[in-house]
Every structure is written in structure tokens, then in C-alpha cells.
């Protein structure tokens, strides 16, 4: 079993700044690829940021120039930081992680979601 834990959220003021983290922990062998993805209200999940094991990154293009993704290896962690942020980055936030718990089993998980409200 593999358990992810997130920590960061919360209200911040348009402009604002929040950094998000996620911790993975339990049986993994080796992650191919942390990131965070989001979902605002009557609104699907969208892909924010994922980085992969080789260092490859995607930003959405609506948090592009605005939020920096990065991985601590060692600490099998994530983490997001968000600048000048907008209303419309108000959503539920979780953490992904796609990784290997053994040669040949792979899978996927979600973390439980961190709320972001962003209002004055």
C-alpha cells in the first residue's frame, strides 16, 4: 500500500503565493512521475504540473509562468509553488503519483485533495 500525504492549502488573496507538497510513502519501488492535478466546482479533474523521474515537465497552459514544480527523490515528495494567483485557481487540489511497487507491478494513485480558495 502506498499512502500520499498533502499539506498547503488553503485561502490566500488574489496575487497571493501557496506551496503545496506531497509526500508519498509505503511500498514503492521506484516513482515515474509525481504531480498535481485539480478540480474545480461543476468542473472536471485537470492536469496543474507533473514532473516525471527524468526531470521532464508539464505545466498547464492556464499556470504556466505562475507555479514551479519540484521533486525531492530522496523524500519521494512534490511539491507546487503557485504565484499570483487568480480566483479562478479556486479548486480542489490532489496529488498524483504513478510509480512501481515491484519489477512489474505498476500503479497509480490520488491523493485526498487540499482545498485552494482564492478571494478577497
Known amino acids: 500500500q502506498v499512502q500520499l500525504m498533502e499539506s498547503g492549502g488553503g485561502l490566500v488573496q488574489p496575487g497571493g503565493s501557496l506551496r503545496l507538497s506531497c509526500a508519498a510513502s509505503?511500498?514503492?519501488?521506484?516513482?515515474?512521475?509525481m504531480g498535481w492535478y485539480r478540480q474545480a466546482p461543476g468542473k472536471g479533474r485537470e492536469l496543474v504540473a507533473l514532473?516525471?523521474?527524468?526531470?521532464?515537465?508539464n505545466y498547464a497552459d492556464s499556470v504556466k509562468g505562475r507555479s514551479t514544480i519540484s521533486r525531492d527523490n530522496g523524500k519521494n515528495t512534490v511539491f507546487l509553488q503557485m504565484n499570483s494567483l487568480k480566483p479562478e485557481d479556486t479548486a480542489v487540489y490532489y496529488c498524483?503519483?504513478?510509480?512501481?511497487?515491484?519489477?512489474?507491478?505498476?500503479?497509480?494513485?490520488w491523493g485526498q485533495g487540499t482545498q485552494v480558495t482564492v478571494s478577497s
Open positions: 509505503g511500498s514503492i519501488l521506484s516513482i515515474n512521475a
Open positions: 498524483y503519483v504513478d510509480l512501481y511497487y515491484s519489477a512489474s507491478g505498476r500503479k497509480q494513485y
Open positions: 514532473i516525471t523521474s527524468g526531470g521532464s515537465i
